[in-house]
């Protein structure tokens, strides 16, 4: 090969290495850009689980209340035959959770089908005609990833641990109140409840933390999957909304 050809047949080389180059250097580029979408799409799918709510709510006024409970002085004149998400409580949980006739952490009489372990907190993410509320509000539900689907609530059967004195309990949610049901600031905020009580538990709940019908708590929102073994666990709370 003679000297003069060699420079040239260097540079031929040299431009067809830096097309492989720059080839191999899109192709990799492809790649990275669809893995990235591909993992933006499944933090999309995956729902959001981590119900760290920055609030743990202290010294809260709790009372008690249950499903059944008829409309007194009380309660506001407020019957619990119904919930906010179920039209009829009383059969889907099974009869009266009477507040007097206990049997353990039961009512006497019947074993409950849903949880007996639940609690009440003054937020309905649902309106009065069952529209859900507007989007801007909704998203501030620490575990909001996106619309509830039809017939379905964001906030029933969301669990909370309460704490009174030295006994933590652990309770889903299966109703709105005390006395409001739009207290956003507090629920998912660091407010103070408007009203004087800003918790509803249940018999069981009242039992275990041995409340004495009424007294002051701390509470936080709990993921599912950190619930522990109790009591509260013997039968959990699934159905949703049932007008």
Known sequence: MTQNKLPRLIRKRAARYSIIFMLLAALVGIYVFEMSLHDDKLNEAQPQTQTTAKANHQKVRATVFWVGEAPD?????????????????????????????????????????????????PYNDRQDDGSLKPTAELQRIPWYSGAALEGQSLLKNRWIAVTHQDKTAYAQWEDVGPMNEDDIEYVFGDKAPKYKAGLDLSPAMNTYLNLGGEGDVSWRFVDASTVPDGPWKATVTTSQLEY
């Open 73 to 121: 002085e009380d309660n506001a004149f407020i019957t619990n035959v119904a919930s906010s998400w179920s039209g009829n409580w009383v059969e889907a949980f099974g009869g009266i959770d009477s507040y007097t006739k206990r049997c353990g952490y039961n009512p006497c009489g019947f074993t409950p089908k849903e949880n007996p372990f639940y609690f009440a907190l």
